[in-house]
């Protein structure tokens, strides 16, 4: 008799199976015109991704990738779907912050600031671009950390006392956006021995 179940059970769950595996099998082939040598193809696969939303979400990283691509209407149409994949898309465009593609780690940087509190999961890997070369990186990281509360400030603070005064800055912007919480220990830094520390200190107070 199992044998006869076995064949029963298949006839019966075969039908609902096909019927799952055409979003998986859009979502696969738009992730593969994403490699495309076209732009316009690439734009187009973006934007057929982005109509599907969070059924997409396996395309995550593979757009992701895309941030730094030489076409603005592509790069743009990325951003989009990137948005409406969120909140499955922030890990992957976290991840970015790390491109060598400067263009990349900006778009990353600005979509983390757009969503905010939401992307505080991704706290470690947002911490080492205050460090980015590029201010266009840097501070608006250094605003969406803020927004991320007291749990952020401990990292902050071992960047405040950095040689680099663009990594200060960008610390002291964070220290500053998490607030009150904050103040106590800065202030204890203004009046300690390292100059850095210091320098660091003043300007979080001030802003």
């Not at 593979?62 to 076409?71: F, I, N, P, Q, T």
């Not at 994949?85 to 922030?90: E, F, G, R, T």
């Not at 803020?146 to 401990?154: I, M, R, S, W």
Request: aromatic share 6%; proline share 5%; net charge positive.
């Amino acid at each position: 008799m199992k044998p006869v179940c076995s064949l029963v059970l298949l006839f019966v769950f075969a039908p609902w199976a096909q019927a799952a595996d055409p979003i998986k099998q859009r979502v696969q082939k738009f992730v593969k015109e994403l490699e495309s040598e076209s732009s316009g193809e690439r734009r187009r696969a973006a934007s057929e991704l982005r109509k599907m939303g969070s059924l997409a979400k396996d395309a995550a990283p593979a757009l992701a990738k895309l941030l730094g691509d030489e076409s603005l209407w592509v790069t743009d149409e990325v951003v989009k779907a990137l948005k409406a994949m969120a909140p499955d898309s922030i890990e992957p465009v976290a991840k970015m912050l790390k491109s060598r593609s400067t263009v990349a780690r900006i778009h990353a940087a600005e979509l983390l600031e757009h969503w905010g509190e939401r992307a505080a999961e991704q706290l470690k890997l947002m911490l080492p671009a205050l460090k980015d070369e590029d201010q266009r990186v840097r501070l608006p990281v250094a605003r969406t950390i803020g927004k991320f509360g007291e749990p952020a400030a401990p990292g902050c603070y071992r960047l405040l006392t950095a040689r680099n005064a663009d990594h200060r800055e960008a610390a002291a912007i964070a220290l500053a956006g998490i607030g009150p919480a904050t103040f106590t220990k800065l202030r204890t830094t203004l009046k300690g021995r390292n100059d850095y520390g210091r320098a660091g200190a003043a300007v979080a107070l001030g802003y």
